[in-house]
């Protein structure tokens, strides 16, 4: 495997700031995604980070570093609705390029 | 509208009868894989195809096979499911490697 490593389940409050982090494997490092997944649902694409840095999308950031293999997603201003699963997946050169998923992290959003 | 579309949404099969699931895409994507996700788990790859060029993970058991007729369509075909095959799977399309793939809504597999 890819050795993507991310907390299995966070808790915030509605109104709140939550940051989802993930660590990976640097050895052919081509690409890190996040994607949301409602329960039953199918995963939708939320960012990706292929340099260093922040990437701002409204309520979500995502950041990468890829000297220390890890990334972080940002969500702000936290709503229900973001209650759901959220997966870090890379993309990997010793992998065909495929992405590679890590577990989740199932988040669970409180009034 | 939907770009990458799974049937059926629900599939339930018997223990041992082969079953099909299919899915379809309107983005001319090259890259076409399915994954298999388990309850709390991540989605894990089976396979994807490049174009015509078939890839089939490692640890994909035997038991399931894949096809690609054209650009537009791919099956998985489960030969002989079990009841750890029980799980939903998952279609995805990319325009190329190390890109964002796109999801279809998934065939939920039952097997009784």
């Known amino acids: 495997g890819q050795n993507i490593d991310q907390p299995t389940e966070m808790t915030a409050t509605e109104g709140a700031i939550v940051q989802i982090n993930c660590t990976y494997q640097?050895?052919?490092?081509?690409?890190l995604f996040w994607y949301q997944q409602h329960a039953g649902e199918a995963p939708t694409f939320l960012s990706y980070n292929v340099l260093d840095g922040l990437e701002e999308k409204g309520r979500f950031s995502s950041f990468l570093s890829r000297s220390k293999g890890y990334s972080y997603l940002l969500l702000k201003e936290l709503q229900m609705k973001d209650s759901a699963s959220y997966l870090c997946a890379q993309s990997n050169n010793n992998a065909g390029n495929m992405l590679t998923f890590g577990g989740g992290t199932r988040l669970m959003v409180k009034p | 509208d939907a770009m990458v579309i799974q049937n059926p949404r629900y599939q339930v099969t018997q223990f041992g009868k082969p079953v099909t699931l299919s899915c379809s895409q309107t983005l001319n994507h090259n890259v076409m894989y399915w994954y298999q996700q388990k309850s709390s788990q991540a989605p894990k790859l089976l396979f994807h195809?490049?174009?015509?060029?078939?890839?089939n993970e490692a640890d994909t058991p035997d038991n399931f096979q894949s096809r690609r007729p054209n650009t537009s369509f791919c099956f998985l075909d489960i030969r002989s499911p079990g009841l750890g095959d029980a799980a939903m799977y998952l279609c995805?399309?990319?325009?190329?490697?190390?890109?964002?793939?796109?999801f279809g809504q998934g065939t939920r597999l039952t097997v009784v």
């Open positions: 995805a399309t990319s325009g190329g490697t190390a890109t964002e793939a796109f």
């Open positions: 640097t050895s052919g490092f081509n690409g």
């Open positions: 195809y490049y174009d015509k060029d078939f890839n």
